[in-house]
């Protein structure tokens, strides 16, 4: 191995320890509470070498958040990958979602981070630009399925593939934070099972979106 490659080595498994360390400061505090000192002492580094692979504690943050986010990409390729129909591999999608939610709740918590945007001001436009265009790989898995449907008539020709994509995510998003934090609540004074909403409220949608032809593949994989 030459020197810099040797080097460049050196730099990434730095990177990832820095990374490891925010992460653990990260789970325990979120972003508002923690800082860069926590990090930096976690790590076993001074504060001032953060600084010089990370610009900013929020920088830090996207950094352990794309690692969710790269979780639940390996998640749905492996959905998708398995050349399901298109409406049964929107619904393991779906159920994909619910699943990653309940095995990595720190990442998905950390996933909030775009519904603060005064928060972005500290991120590097580098940083950023990473974390869309890794976004955009998962949008467009989704998005193509779906497209993919219409061209197969399964899926209604007269709406967006990436609003249907939208407002899933929305709904998914919005029901699985009350799961985070009032799950019990709703069960014990509304009699609810919040889990079980979230999946009617998957079907539902999924079936506004089909074609009368889409709808008996539906018909056919759930019962509800």
């Known amino acids: 191995m030459g020197i810099i490659e040797r080097k460049e080595r050196e730099k990434e498994s730095r990177k990832e320890s820095i990374i490891d360390a925010a992460q653990k400061v990260f789970f325990e505090k979120g972003l508002l509470l923690s800082t860069m000192d926590e990090i930096a002492e976690t790590a076993e580094l001074a504060k001032g070498t953060l600084y010089l692979y990370y610009h900013s ?3 830090l943050y996207l950094a352990v958040m794309m690692r969710g986010l790269k979780i639940m990409h390996e998640m749905f390729l492996q959905v998708v990958n398995q050349k399901r129909s298109v409406v049964q591999t929107m619904m393991e999608l779906a159920d994909t979602y619910t699943l990653f939610y309940e095995q990595n709740k720190n990442y998905f918590r950390m996933l909030h981070f775009f519904n603060t945007p005064q928060f972005h001001k500290q991120v590097s436009a580098e940083m950023m630009r990473s974390c869309d265009e890794f976004n955009q790989t998962l949008w467009s898995m989704v998005t193509e399925i779906i497209t993919q449907g219409m061209a197969e008539h399964k899926f209604r020709t007269d709406l967006n593939p990436m609003e249907i994509v939208m ?13 985070d934090n009032q799950h019990e609540m709703f069960k014990e004074k509304l009699n609810i099972d919040l889990n079980n909403t979230l999946r009617i409220s998957n079907i539902l949608f999924i079936e ?3 074609t009368e032809k889409g709808k008996l593949d539906l018909k056919a994989l759930v019962n509800y």
Do not use: G, P, Q, Y
């Not at 407002?167 to 799961?179: D, F, G, Q």
């Open 57 to 59: 504690k929020e920088d």
């Open 167 to 179: 407002i899933l995510w929305s709904n998914a998003s919005t029901l699985l934070m009350r799961i």
């Open 208 to 210: 506004s979106v089909l």
